[in-house]
């Protein structure tokens, strides 16, 4: 099976979608990796599976699958089932996912490329379960209350929370969100990758180079001719 085997590799492909032409993407299983039961009483009251999520295609997207990570609790999962994959931005309305403002949309997304990079490394068996409930903390606020948490899950949450806020350490003002959303009367989970933005040189970088270049022009030019050359 053609697998891809970063989810930043698949997005860079969903990236060339317009607003036109939305891509899609047949899931027909799923693997859950560092999975762990939390018990919640709200948004909802039930027991969910939290780490992160590989989406496996079937159909016409046979061999393809995602890495992703959890967006909503309010939805139940249903495969196999035909996903719209958009860019989400601050204020987007997709069934199953919370409104989310501005900051809390860049904590999401810098959250999830904290998970696609690693995370909190391979030693850590709580790991992709803390940064899942992270991300719903980050989405739901106060309304997100698990319950049992042991103190390591709680801990490696606070932590990547702090984080992964606005100017901390694995802040990410450069990533883009993009949602696999379900549809409005069938619904199947949302789940959310993210892709990162290069970042453009600085005017006074690009400004200085060309400088460099246009120097460079002039002093070939002001050079004398060698004997037995003519002036341009």
Partial sequence: MKTLKL???????????????AETFFAQSLNIIGGENVAMTSPVVQTVVAGQY?????GPDAGTSFLVWCLGLTTGI?????????TFAAGDIFPGIP??????????AS???????GGFGGGDPDG????????????????????????????????????????????????????????PIVQSQ??????????????AVWLFGSALGLGGLLMR????????EAHA
């Fill in 7 to 21: 989810a930043l590799l698949a997005a860079a492909m969903l990236a060339t979608a317009t607003a036109a032409k």
């Fill in 54 to 58: 590989q989406l496996i295609g079937g």
């Fill in 78 to 86: 249903n495969l196999p089932y035909l996903y719209n994959v958009n």
């Fill in 99 to 108: 409104n989310l403002d501005a900051t809390q949309t860049r904590q999401v």
């Fill in 111 to 117: 959250l999830i490329n904290f998970g696609q990079n």
């Fill in 128 to 183: 992709k379960a803390a940064i899942q409930l992270a991300i719903w903390k980050a989405e739901y606020g106060n309304l997100f209350q698990p319950v049992g948490l042991t103190a390591a899950q709680t801990t490696d949450m606070n932590l990547a929370l702090a984080l992964t806020i606005i100017g901390a350490a694995d802040d990410c003002p450069t990533c883009v969100l993009k949602v696999f959303t379900d549809a």
């Fill in 190 to 203: 949302p789940f959310g990758l993210v892709v990162v933005n290069p970042v453009p040189l600085p005017a």
């Fill in 221 to 228: 030019k002001k050079q004398p001719p060698k004997k037995g």
